[in-house]
């Protein structure tokens, strides 16, 4: 099989170009090596890929592509910080870029299925909280006063007691609260209606593994907590440390793509995510554990206002995809943290921008 993809150098990109290589397709890769994520050329760039270093937006497509069967979409400049600093620029990379890529595939004779990296970032707060005492169903909205008395979980509005987050399925309307959710979102729609091939969009959950940046200023809450507990510091959480959170391994994200790639049915849409909660102090204690170090987080208290308690996928079109159950974040942190783990490290310094979950 003969396969584009996109955004093939960076985190994500480069296990599944591995994968799609280690199993004898022909692969082509478009990566603008974006400077704000690769300061250098990755050194695991393959020799057995060819490799076209250009921006979607200003991508002249060689005819050498003209016949591939399949087209993984990854590309897209992210961070929800960097979105809302340069929204122009993420939102013309995100959707322009994608919209020429959809322009030329539906010219394609040879195309077989399209595969889209989307995002949770989609679905914004749209999270349902039930109550296990009186049935209520809520939202994930919380009261300043709650939240300035350390109660920082969702109680119920009818009985007050202690709401439970519900997982979020593919059917949850997207919503979503930042610039980087938007283009995210818009990167979906400019495939709508997009008649050549089936579409999968993939919404992945925050993933972590093997090649994360931890060193990057957009880098995400695992990747600051591991960066942290990496360089011997003490991460520091807000509220109590027991928010939850569903990491994705990257594994599971590369099984899902050859998967599709390889015949499976799959739904337009499919939540790429574990279904197990993990609290970030649980979080801190695995990582810490396949470093090898015994630093433990610090609990600081207070809040942000805005933050979400708890977010969780519903992993259940995924398991009909893989076959099994997606990988444990307790499992698949000695994959990703481990002795024989690699990731990208330059200093402790860009670490200091804290995310909204630790201070």
């Known amino acids: 099989m003969k396969i584009l993809i996109t955004g093939g150098a960076g985190f994500i990109g480069s296990h599944i170009v591995d994968a799609c290589a280690a199993q004898g397709f022909e692969v082509t890769c478009v990566d603008s090596l974006d400077a704000a994520v690769h300061p250098r050329k990755p050194d695991y760039l393959r020799s057995d890929v060819a490799y076209s270093f250009a921006d979607l937006r200003e991508w002249q497509p060689e005819s050498s592509v003209e016949d591939v069967e399949a087209i993984v979409h990854l590309a897209a400049l992210g961070g929800v910080t960097r979105a809302s600093r340069e929204p122009a620029n993420v939102i013309d990379a995100n959707c322009r870029g994608t919209a020429r890529l959809v322009e030329w595939a539906s010219r394609l004779r040879n195309l077989k299925c399209v595969i889209v990296a989307g995002s949770f970032s989609v679905y914004g707060s749209n999270y349902e909280y039930a109550c296990p005492s009186c049935g209520m169903a809520s939202n994930g909205a919380r009261y300043e006063s709650d939240l300035a008395n350390g109660r920082y979980e969702v109680y119920c509005r009818g009985c007050n007691m202690e709401s439970q987050i519900v997982p979020i399925t593919e059917s949850a309307s997207p919503s979503p609260l930042e610039t980087y959710g938007a283009s995210k979102y818009m990167q979906e729609l400019c495939f709508r209606g997009f008649s050549r091939a089936p579409v999968t969009i993939l919404r992945f959950s925050s993933v972590y593994g093997d090649r994360l940046r931890l060193d990057d200023g957009e880098a995400t809450i695992i990747a600051r907590l591991a960066g942290w507990l990496q360089s011997g510091k003490q991460p520091r959480l807000y509220e109590d440390g027991r928010q939850m959170r569903d990491w994705v391994y990257v594994g599971d994200i590369v099984a899902a793509v050859l998967s599709i790639l390889n015949g499976a049915s799959a739904p337009s849409i499919v939540n790429v995510c574990s279904g197990v909660p993990t609290r970030l102090t649980e979080a801190c204690h695995a990582i810490a554990a396949a470093y090898g170090v015994s630093v433990v987080p610090k609990i600081v208290g207070g809040y942000r206002p805005g933050d979400m308690r708890h977010c969780l996928g519903d992993p259940t079109t995924l398991r ?40």
């Open 320 to 359: 009909k995809l893989l076959g099994r159950d997606p990988v444990r974040f307790k499992d698949g942190a000695a994959l990703a943290f481990g002795p024989n783990s690699r990731h990208f490290l330059q200093g402790s310094e860009s670490c200091a921008e804290f995310s909204s979950l630790t201070a």
